[in-house]
């Protein structure tokens, strides 16, 4: 505002003038003190209601007071109109202050300040009450009908909203925009207010209320499949109808108990929408008041059919999308909504319709032209009767209805169908008609299913005590024994190499000569009796003689055995913990870690191989808590096999003592949640996949298997939302793997992916062959990779896993030429696949099988290197027999049988070597068994 002017401030309130300030110079810097206050009354009931307050603002005009010249009024003329959003005093504000509130703006330069002398809201109100907000954006796809010129048209929609009691408040959308066809419309863009009094454009806005839009999978109605995406994109730039206007309605406690019951009950609510011609003037014969009667017809009805059951999923506040439009039919209307009529019939005064109009049956009825006679009323009131089988959703005159008439007025409004009209529409709620629960509550849930176990009470002077003494013991001893050895022979470095065998035995000779004749040996067996009694009592209970010989022999027995386990335990914990102790014996840091990797390799190789006793006894070793207490993972596993195994509830224990050790671990939570489906515990389980969602809300897989558990329950909405949550995250997942810059362009253009973009699956189930073979991968039991795993060598050429998977494959379906081309080429990656262990195993046996036993016995040292097992050096000692290096295959067949000594396999071909070894020049029986003797023979065959 320009300085030296008079002005003064205009407030206006729903209609009403609340009055002018008084007249105020602009001063030099541009700024004016108006001092201006006002006031109006609001009550529930009153002409100022809360839904009054929700969406009508204040209106500020800004006036101009220009100098009277003389004997001529005062003139003003408009500079500026600003708005005040009262909405904030209904969202809590007022519940800041027990005494006023003020809700402060700043408005085009206008300093404003709102206050009420009371809360608006009861603190009961503003828990349990809720705020509706509904934005029509557009029409799109409309009619060809719909032309710019011509008569001035009023393109309108409705809807109902439910209220306390049985009433019904309706919210009108007038004055749509009809737009031809060129750009979209930008986005973000400001609603806009339901109101046709602002004379200042800019004034229209809704403070701080944008239409965002977003991606079409992400909306909740029609068109928002990828088939329809081109149709929406082509839609949106060609003619359409813009109101983008926001309706507000408050609903109080009881308001909202009957929506959330309404939409129990009817899913469907019906949009309207019509045009209606605008009443223009005329010289005709007709009267002016009949011709404007003539004027506001209602044509082009239809209707939308909004699903609203999404709001009562827990914590939905918002449904937007696109609705198409159908032809207005009562029969049809009623059938889904419920509706019984039209919601224009409730709102002719505001659109303008004669009072005198009919609107019965979803058909309305203006008035003719001539006042009807006696007879045209009675013949009027019989077609009324008999038009049930022939009802329409427009406005027609009922008294000169024919067939041709009909027809005529059917037609515009089948045109939304033909013309695939869509509405775009937002339903928001303040607050979720049902809340979502926290994730405190989550937590606490989940900790009641699985409450923590209790530790046992320590007893000091029990067995474990009595263990403890006895391991003690035995460390103390080996260590002393240790020293011994140092003194009489040195300290062996590694980097001095191995010492032979003979060295060994001569220095094993010569360490017991000289613990026997010093007396220490006597004083070792001492220290050990004390802690072997304590074991005999505490352990075994023994206190007493026992009666027979036969039974001290067989406790001797158990306790030897028992005794002999437990040294066994106490010397493997001395080599870890000898550096603690001040000795220079090389430890490896990572022997745990290697040890417990090592035990679940066994663990898997069994299961696959189908010993689920032997895999079994692995899985509960490499979960035993006193070894690996805190490892999650090694529970996981455990229960997987379970499920194997069709265990499912021991499968539970196992995925709830790994919850029970991290509460907020989501593979463990979303397991037990898979596991509570299994046996059919369905609350249970929704805890389990809503608390991994609300603690990791961009893990894809929670929300994938929270959308398969709703399907399973037939909860669509709910499924819905969360594979539509699952695709969104998706969608950004690849949208970042795409921008990364491609470094294969200088191989013609290639795309490289990284290995781990696409893993393999496990090869299957393991078995052990008799021949020749080594350890190879039986096809029974196996599901076959799906062919188009094979497609994406195409695109995925570099990739070692799509390789690797492709072998499996071949090798599945016995095509071992092309498995061994395939595993071969796996592993002339720089990046190896993720089941090297298997691709190796394999490529070992079909080289054993094709007898090129110096490549099989390379593959499986390459296997040894990188994850060694029985079965990895059953392979090594398998080809070095072939080969005739039976040193080197003692020494693999010794290795293997140290990682597990109950493999058959590997007792059978030391046997081999055993026999070729000491066995004298082959016989000429020899020959004809392949070059083994006639015993081994029969062994093989055996096997």
Request: aromatic share 8%; hydrophobic share 35%.
């Amino acid at each position: 505002v320009a300085a030296g002017p008079i002005t003064l401030v205009h407030a206006e309130y729903n209609g009403v003038i609340l009055g002018e300030s008084s007249k105020t110079d602009v001063l030099p810097n541009g700024t004016a003190n108006y001092n201006f206050m006002t006031s109006f009354e609001s009550s529930p009931n009153g002409p100022n209601s809360l839904d009054d307050i929700a969406q009508k603002p204040v209106l500020l005009t800004v006036v101009e007071v220009l100098q009277k010249e003389k004997k001529q009024k005062e003139k003003t003329v408009p500079l500026g109109q600003a708005v005040v959003d009262l909405l904030p005093l209904l969202q809590g504000t007022a519940l800041t202050s027990t005494a006023t509130v003020t809700t402060s703006y700043s408005l085009g330069g206008l300093e404003v300040a709102v206050c009420t002398k009371e809360p608006l809201l009861s603190a009961t109100q503003f828990a349990n009450g809720n705020l509706l907000s509904i934005t029509l954006e557009a029409a799109y796809s409309v009619p060809e009908a719909f032309a710019a010129t011509g008569p001035l048209q009023n393109y309108m929609a409705c809807l109902q909203v439910p209220a306390a009691g049985e009433k019904e408040f309706p919210l009108l959308f007038k004055n749509g925009i009809l737009k031809l066809a060129g750009e979209k419309e930008p986005l973000p863009r400001p609603k806009k207010w339901p109101l046709a009094n602002i004379m200042a454009p800019g004034a229209l806005s809704i403070p701080n209320s944008f239409i965002v839009g977003g991606p079409y999978d992400d909306e909740d109605g029609e068109l928002n499949k990828r088939e329809d995406r081109e149709f929406r994109i082509q839609a949106e730039s060609m003619k359409r109808i813009v109101w983008d206007t926001e309706r507000r309605c408050y609903l109080d406690p009881a308001a909202v108990a009957i929506l959330q019951k309404r939409i129990a009950e009817c899913q469907y609510w019906p949009v309207e929408v019509c045009r209606m011609s605008v009443a223009s003037s005329s010289k005709g014969k007709t009267s002016k008041a009949d011709k404007g009667d003539e004027d506001k017809q209602i044509f082009f009805h239809g209707v939308a059919y909004v699903n609203m059951v999404p709001l009562l999923c827990p914590g939905v506040k918002q449904i937007r999308g696109a609705f198409r439009v159908f032809a207005y039919q009562d029969s049809e209307v009623f059938e889904k909504t419920k509706s019984q009529h039209s919601v224009f019939r409730d709102l002719r005064t505001q659109i303008g319709l004669p009072k005198e109009e009919s609107c019965t049956s979803g058909i309305s009825t203006p008035p003719s032209r001539a006042v009807p006679s006696k007879t045209q009323k009675e013949d009027k009131e019989k077609l009324t009767r008999d038009k049930d089988s022939s009802r329409r959703s427009f406005i027609m005159p009922v008294m000169a209805l024919d067939s041709m008439t009909l027809r005529e007025q059917c037609l515009p409004s089948q045109q939304y169908v033909e013309a695939g009209t869509f509405l775009m529409m937002e339903i928001k709620l303040d607050k979720a008609l049902v809340p979502k629960r926290l994730r405190e509550e989550l937590t606490r849930r989940v900790k009641q299913m699985i409450p923590p176990r209790a530790p046992l009470p320590p007893r000091t002077a029990g067995a474990k005590k009595a263990v403890e003494d006895y391991h003690n013991r035995v460390t103390s001893i080996a260590v002393a024994i240790l020293s011994e050895y140092h003194e009489l022979f040195g300290k062996q470095l590694p980097d001095q190499g191995v010492i032979d065998h003979q060295t060994l035995e001569e220095q094993k000779r010569q360490l017991n000569f000289e613990l026997n004749s010093s007396g220490k040996y006597f004083a070792f067996k001492e220290q050990l009796k004390y802690a072997v009694v304590k074991i005999v009592r505490e352990k075994y209970l023994k206190t007493t003689a026992f009666e027979s010989q036969e039974q001290l022999q067989a406790f001797l027995s158990e306790l030897y055995v028992y005794l002999v386990d437990q040294m066994h335990i106490a010397l493997n914990q001395v080599g870890r913990n000898l550096g603690d102790l001040g000795h220079d014996f090389p430890v490896d840091p990572g022997l745990d870690t290697v040890s417990s990797e090592q035990l679940w390799l066994f663990a898997h190789e069994a299961e696959v191989n189908r010993d689920y006793k032997l895999a079994s006894l692995y899985h509960q070793q490499v979960k035993e808590p006193l070894l690996f207490p805190h490892n999650i993972q090694y529970w996981l596993d455990y229960g997987a096999f379970c499920l194997l195994l069709e265990e499912t509830t021991k499968a539970q224990e196992c995925f709830q003592q790994a919850l029970s050790l991290d509460p907020h671990h989501i593979q463990s939570l979303l397991l037990c949640g898979i596991v509570a489906v299994k046996l059919q515990h369905y609350e249970e389980a929704e805890i389990f996949f809503e608390d991994a969602c609300c603690l990791e809300p961009s893990n894809i897989v929670a929300w994938t298997l929270s959308g398969l558990f709703y399907e399973l329950q037939n909860n669509n909405i709910q499924a819905e939302i969360a594979f539509r949550e699952a695709k969104k995250l998706l969608r950004a997942e690849l949208a970042k793997e795409r921008s990364i810059p491609e470094a294969a362009e200088g191989e013609g253009g290639k795309k490289h992916i990284s290995a781990g973009c696409v893993r393999s699956p496990s090869p299957g189930q393991l078995s052990l062959s008799a021949g020749d073979k080594g350890p190879c991968l039986s096809p029974t039991s196996l599901s076959l990779p799906s062919p188009s795993h094979v497609s994406l060598l195409v695109l995925c050429a570099q990739n070692p896993n799509v390789w690797a998977q492709k072998g499996h494959l071949c090798y599945l379906k016995r095509d071992f030429g092309d498995a061994k081309e395939c595993y071969e080429r796996t592993i002339s990656f720089l990046e190896d696949a993720a089941d090297m262990h298997f691709v190796y195993l394999r490529l070992g046996s079909i080289y054993l099988e094709e007898k090129e036993y110096g490549r099989a016995k390379q593959t499986y040292l390459l296997a040894c290197k990188n994850s060694a097992s029985c079965l990895t050096w059953l392979g090594v000692g398998i080809a070095c027999y072939r080969l005739e290096e039976m040193v080197e295959a003692e020494d693999a067949l010794s290795e293997a049988n140290a990682l597990n000594n109950t493999n058959a396999e590997v007792w059978g071909y030391l046997t081999l070597i055993c026999l070729q070894v000491s066995a004298q020049p082959a016989p000429p029986t020899m020959q004809s068994t392949g070059g083994l003797s006639p015993p081994c023979f029969c062994w093989s065959h055996y096997c």
